[in-house]
């Protein structure tokens, strides 16, 4: 029979009581940041709308919608009704998309999520979309590339699906579906169980810069020469 002593029992407890309070001041934070959200204003820039009131549609050219640190512009977009509450709005032409922590969407199309006031999320369709973030104190920027993109802004993630390839500025993965996390700038692969796909990464040696990385091999002759140099005398 297994014997707890009070000390250890009093550790325990101490241990769930941190492990709870950090979980507390995590969600604390979330809901918070939901709040501030929440409280932002979305403004609207267009330079020209057009109004259905038979279908009750709205059409905008050349707009920028922002809320907070996020912006969405584009070519067109297209909306039913001017609202921002439970909305779904569809964009085209030059879709660019700024997201929290240094981050950004390109694609040709791409459709966003409003839910009480609130952008939620924002899918993007392109050949490719893209997405990329300029990495915490670091000139590096983290790439990637799919045939879609899922912005998720409360989890601060995208998905990155259908022929998905992401590179952190020295290492690539790919596959058929990759997770990156904006603020944690880490990143997760997934694939479908049985479907045969497989994840797949490249890892450049951290002593390797770019430069050589790119620079193919110089010729060499059959005496181990390069081509153009003299060959050894014997």
Same mark, same amino acid.
């Given at each position: 029979?297994?014997?707890?002593?009070? @000390?250890?029992?009093?550790? !325990?407890?101490?241990?769930?009581?941190?492990?709870?309070?950090?979980?507390? $001041?995590?969600?604390?934070?979330? =809901? /918070?940041?939901?709040?501030? +959200?929440?409280?932002?204003?979305?403004?609207?820039? =267009?330079?020209?709308?057009?109004?259905?009131?038979?279908?009750?549609?709205?059409?905008?050219?050349? *707009? %920028?919608?922002?809320?907070?640190?996020? +912006? $969405?512009?584009?070519?067109?977009?297209?909306?039913?009704?001017?609202?921002?509450?439970?909305?779904?709005?569809?964009?085209?032409?030059? %879709?660019?998309?700024?997201?929290?922590?240094?981050?950004? !969407?390109?694609?040709?199309?791409?459709? *966003?999520?409003?839910?009480?006031?609130?952008?939620?999320?924002? @899918?993007? @369709?392109?050949?490719? /979309?893209?997405?990329?973030?300029?990495?915490?104190?670091?000139?590096?920027? =983290?790439?990637? +590339?799919?045939?879609?993109?899922?912005?998720?802004?409360?989890?601060?993630?995208?998905?990155?699906?259908?022929?998905?390839? !992401?590179?952190?500025?020295?290492?690539?993965?790919?596959?058929?579906? !990759?997770?990156?996390?904006?603020?944690?700038?880490? %990143?997760?692969?997934? @694939?479908?169980?049985?479907?045969?796909? +497989? %994840?797949?990464?490249?890892?450049?040696?951290?002593?390797?810069?770019? *430069?050589?990385?790119?620079?193919?091999?110089?010729?060499?002759?059959?005496?181990?020469?390069?081509?153009?140099?003299?060959?050894?005398?014997?």
């Amino acid at each position: 029979m297994a014997y707890s002593s009070p @000390t250890d029992s009093r550790l !325990l407890a101490f241990v769930l009581a941190c492990l709870l309070s950090n979980l507390a $001041v995590a969600q604390a934070g979330a =809901a /918070a940041e939901d709040i501030k +959200r929440s409280s932002q204003s979305i403004s609207l820039d =267009a330079a020209s709308s057009d109004v259905d009131y038979k279908t009750n549609t709205v059409v905008f050219k050349d *707009v %920028v919608i922002s809320q907070g640190d996020i +912006r $969405v512009q584009a070519q067109h977009a297209k909306a039913t009704g001017l609202n921002f509450d439970n909305a779904r709005w569809t964009f085209d032409g030059d %879709v660019r998309i700024r997201v929290e922590q240094r981050g950004s !969407l390109r694609s040709d199309q791409a459709v *966003v999520d409003f839910q009480n006031n609130q952008i939620s999320k924002a @899918t993007i @369709t392109g050949k490719p /979309a893209e997405f990329e973030q300029k990495r915490a104190d670091s000139d590096v920027m =983290a790439h990637g +590339r799919a045939g879609e993109i899922v912005y998720e802004v409360n989890a601060g993630t995208v998905m990155l699906s259908n022929d998905a390839w !992401l590179s952190d500025g020295r290492n690539e993965i790919s596959g058929p579906q !990759l997770i990156y996390n904006i603020r944690k700038e880490s %990143v997760q692969a997934d @694939t479908k169980p049985g479907g045969g796909e +497989r %994840v797949r990464i490249t890892i450049t040696p951290s002593g390797k810069t770019q *430069v050589e990385k790119d620079t193919p091999a110089s010729p060499a002759t059959k005496n181990g020469t390069q081509a153009g140099a003299a060959p050894k005398a014997p």
